[in-house]
């Protein structure tokens, strides 16, 4: 789950000014993707492949808390010249204008975003709701402004940035924005009832990405938004609730990603705004 802590003025910041984040076409030649909520579980993987796929790629990673992401800060090592570290803390919208501004300044433009972060249970402050009578204002809140409101407003501040030209060489005709959703945000598809908190903030984040792509078709930019569905992943956002998964059905980060990215990189224009899971069927609204 995510964990609020308080960010420090991050050495990376430096690293991000070094000259050779050159505005050259040929510094970006394999494009640019920033990943939000890439500290682990899907997010980390997403920033882990697709460093390793591309190996002329540059990725921006952000998370609340850059100096406690060990495992990012191990990737930081291995990809020094193509991985980037910033801050950006969902619900503050400054530290998201911040990170925008960041990547105006160094890149210049964004090929992909992938809003990764994605809140369920908190220890003594939000678990998913099993009757209506644990349903608490609190929660409601909590999970909206993470799992729907944050991403909103990533997408709001990268907006301007979201583009295939810049300087960067990719294979797409236009910039791609991914949302992690889930399963249980489907309306059409909840036979069970529970959990109103994620549900209905996953249900909200499909809503507002479906109209953000309404937006942008009618404005004729080049951007495209999808809705992904990752199956149930072996992460901490999932530990507490594993006993129940059949079995076959608890995929590795790994393995998710894999196929998620496979969705990302196959997209058309004519799939904006749709809902997919990590095996390609689109899912009901």
């Known amino acids: 789950m995510l964990k609020f802590l308080i960010i420090k003025a991050p050495i990376f910041m430096r690293s991000v000014r070094r000259a050779q984040f050159c505005s050259s076409a040929v510094q970006w030649e394999g494009g640019v993707s920033m990943v939000q909520g890439a500290s682990r579980g899907i997010g980390l993987e997403f920033v882990r492949q697709l460093l390793g796929r591309n190996a002329k790629g540059h990725v921006i990673a952000t998370c609340r808390n850059p100096d406690g992401a060990t495992d990012l800060i191990e990737l930081k090592?291995?990809?020094a010249d193509r991985l980037n570290i910033l801050p950006l803390d969902l619900t503050n919208e400054s530290t998201i204008e911040e990170?925008?501004?960041?990547?105006?300044?160094n890149y210049g433009s964004l090929n992909l975003l992938i809003n990764a972060s994605g809140i369920l249970s908190v220890p003594n402050?939000?678990?998913p709701e099993t009757t209506l009578r644990k349903v608490e204002k609190s929660s409601l809140m909590l999970a909206y402004e993470v799992n729907a409101v944050g991403p909103t407003l990533v997408i709001k501040h990268m907006w301007p940035l979201l583009k295939v030209g810049g300087g960067s060489r990719t294979e797409r005709e236009f910039a791609v924005v991914a949302n992690m959703s889930a399963r249980v945000g489907s309306i059409g598809d909840?036979?069970?009832?529970?959990?109103?908190?994620y549900r209905a903030s996953k249900t909200a984040l499909n809503q507002l990405t479906k109209n953000i792509s309404v937006e942008f078709a009618r404005r004729k930019d080049p951007i495209i938004c999808?809705?992904?569905?990752?199956?149930?992943?072996?992460?901490?956002?999932?530990?507490?609730?594993?006993?129940?998964?059949?079995?076959?059905k608890l995929f590795t980060a790994e393995f998710s990603v894999q196929k998620l990215l496979g969705i990302i990189n196959n997209a058309k224009a004519s799939d904006s705004g749709k809902f997919f899971a990590w095996d390609g069927q689109q899912i009901p609204w």
């Open 226 to 248: 999808i809705l992904l569905h990752p199956g149930t992943v072996d992460t901490d956002l999932s530990k507490p609730f594993q006993r129940n998964v059949p079995q076959g």
């Open 190 to 197: 909840n036979g069970l009832g529970g959990w109103h908190s």
């Open 125 to 127: 402050v939000l678990q």
């Open 77 to 79: 090592r291995q990809f």
């Open 99 to 105: 990170a925008a501004a960041a990547v105006k300044d």
